[in-house]
């Protein structure tokens, strides 16, 4: 199992632009998270899902966009990048939501400029 | 006051040493207790899952508190490679059963 993995690995965005983080696990979770990372701080939920056709917004969702087409991928979209995005992303799957072990992938490191 | 509070470190230590990280949480309704580890420029991974009868992994011991709302982490005779990032978690188990990071505990063993 290759578990959570994620692309691109790193990407530099001018203000304005728009991208979409690639998330794809292969353990057959039907929990999915989206998460940033930022210099200091804890991980911050922008967006979770339960199911595939199933999300719901997390701790900070605003500038952000996910959908859940399949079990497997659970992309996040950013439309208007901001230099306050500048963050690592992780995605994570579970279980279950209260499953304890969040397996989550390698990140992606965005800096917007 | 934030939800999950660590202390921020740096800790730095030397190989075979012990040291302890303390976590405390706001909420007492949580029911859920983990720590992670979190290596330079990687992704979180579980390190234990913290009981309320403590809980011992090999050289890492986890502690819970609840009426102290207080979590640690004791990890004796320090390896090199147990350098990294410790990341305190809590989780409800209800509205969604949030999750929340702390912002995690920084740890240096040296030869």
């Known amino acids: 199992n290759a578990g959570v993995t994620q692309t691109p690995k790193f990407r530099i965005l001018k203000i304005g632009q728009s991208m979409t983080l690639q998330c794809t696990q292969d353990?057959?979770?039907?929990?999915m998270y989206w998460y940033r990372q930022d210099p200091g701080m804890g991980l911050k939920l922008i967006y979770y899902s339960v199911g595939a056709g199933i999300t719901d917004k997390g701790e900070v969702p605003n500038g952000y966009n996910v959908s859940r087409s399949t079990t497997e991928d659970f992309p996040l979209r950013l439309e208007l990048a901001a230099p306050s995005q500048t963050s690592v992303y992780f995605c994570?799957?579970?279980?279950?939501?209260?499953?304890?072990?969040?397996?989550f992938g390698p990140g992606t490191r965005l800096l917007v400029l | 006051r934030k939800e999950v509070e660590q202390d921020p470190g740096p800790f730095n230590v030397p190989e075979g040493a012990t040291v302890a990280f303390n976590c405390t949480y706001s909420n007492s309704a949580s029911q859920s207790f983990f720590w992670y580890r979190q290596d330079c420029r990687k992704e979180p991974k579980l390190l234990m899952s913290v009981y309320s009868s403590g809980n011992e992994d090999g050289r890492f011991t986890a502690q819970l508190n609840r009426a102290s709302q207080y979590i640690s982490l004791l990890i004796r005779d320090s390896k090199l490679s147990d350098s990294a990032t410790y990341l305190c978690v809590v989780k409800g188990n209800t509205g969604g059963f949030k999750t929340i990071f702390g912002a995690g505990t920084r740890l240096f063993v040296k030869a």
């Open positions: 994570a799957s579970s279980y279950s939501r209260s499953g304890e072990t969040q397996y």
């Open positions: 353990m057959n979770h039907n929990y």
